[in-house]
């Protein structure tokens, strides 16, 4: 007998946002208890929609996962001239591999550089599907970072390895793989627009905040919100404070604008301490018991 499924609002929010009936679907049945190895038939899917629903699933961390691997660069066989040369000329799936490989790149490969795609191709057994999609990803990952700028071979190489590492060795998972990360820069690149940050890059650690509260399942609107509550609160855009205000109603369950102005107001407590000239209530805005916690202590670390 199937168990009884709960499902909480953050990952109805996730499985929304991939918009996957079959994902969402599978998703229900793993939950429910059912026997994993009946899905694709109980859920009458196709081959094809059953992997992507699979790897889909893997990319939200919504999927009992495998043990990762672990291959270390160190321990990669030394591909020689000899080696290249057999594989080019005894093996049609390689060349064209390579000239795909060219053909997106833009330019000819030296040997050095077909030595690296050999051993992504035999070393970290990524297939010559896998590998085009590889290069499709890194190539429209550079061109967010850097317009008009390929990635190197050595960006190419360090990305398969995460890939092999984690275990994105099959067409659906590497697509699945792609538009999960693809869909993430754009979420990055709008909160960015909405910070008003257009004339620098984000550092990685900004990047990775905002990664999260994407993951978490707050809207463009409800991350304005605490961005304005953090502007109004602090006097601009401070990061971890801003983070603060979003993990605590992430923990509260509140992620859209409706249930943060429904939940979101706890009395305030008396200040112990204030700066002086500093007004709580100057900007009309009501702060939460933990906005006042986080002031009071950024105030009293500044008067030590």
């Known amino acids: 007998m199937a168990q009884p499924v709960s499902l909480?609002?953050?990952t109805v929010r996730r499985l929304l946002a991939a918009k996957s009936g079959s994902a969402a679907l599978l998703y229900v049945y793993i939950a429910a208890g059912e026997p994993l190895e009946q899905a694709q038939a109980f859920l009458e899917l196709s081959k094809d929609d059953y992997?992507?629903?699979?790897?889909?699933l893997q990319q939200m961390g919504l999927w009992p996962q495998p043990e990762i691997r672990h291959l270390p660069s160190s321990e990669a066989p030394h591909?020689?001239?000899?080696d290249l040369t057999r594989e080019l000329a005894g093996n049609p799936e390689f060349p064209s591999m390579v000239g795909e490989a060219q053909r997106r790149l833009g330019r000819i490969l030296s040997n050095e550089e077909l030595k690296i795609l050999l051993c992504i191709y035999r070393y970290l057994g990524l297939s010559p599907e896998v590998i085009s999609i590889l290069i499709n990803y890194c190539i429209r990952r550079q061109q967010t970072q850097t317009p008009g700028r390929m990635p190197s071979i050595r960006t190419i190489e360090k990305e398969a390895y995460r890939w092999a590492d984690n275990g994105i060795d099959t067409m659906e998972q590497a697509a699945a793989f792609m538009q999960s990360q693809l869909r993430q820069a754009a979420g990055v690149e709008r909160i960015r627009s909405?910070?008003?940050?257009?004339?620098?890059r984000l550092t990685a650690g900004e990047q990775r905040y905002i990664a999260d509260w994407l993951d978490w399942g707050f809207s463009d609107d409800a991350i304005r919100m605490a961005y304005e509550k953090t502007c109004t609160n602090?006097?601009?855009?401070?990061?971890?404070?801003?983070?603060?205000?979003?993990?605590?109603?992430?923990?509260?369950?509140?992620?859209?604008?409706a249930e943060i102005e429904a939940g979101d107001r706890a009395p305030a407590p008396a200040y112990a301490k204030k700066k002086p000239g500093y007004n709580a209530a100057q900007h009309n805005d009501p702060l939460s018991a933990l906005d006042h916690d986080t002031i009071t202590q950024m105030l009293h670390d500044e008067e030590i």
């Open 51 to 56: 992997e992507m629903a699979r790897a889909i």
């Open 194 to 200: 909405l910070f008003g940050l257009t004339e620098r």
């Open 79 to 82: 591909y020689t001239e000899e």
């Open 234 to 257: 602090t006097g601009g855009l401070k990061w971890a404070y801003l983070n603060s205000i979003l993990k605590s109603w992430h923990a509260q369950n509140l992620h859209t604008p």
């Open 8 to 10: 909480d609002a953050q």
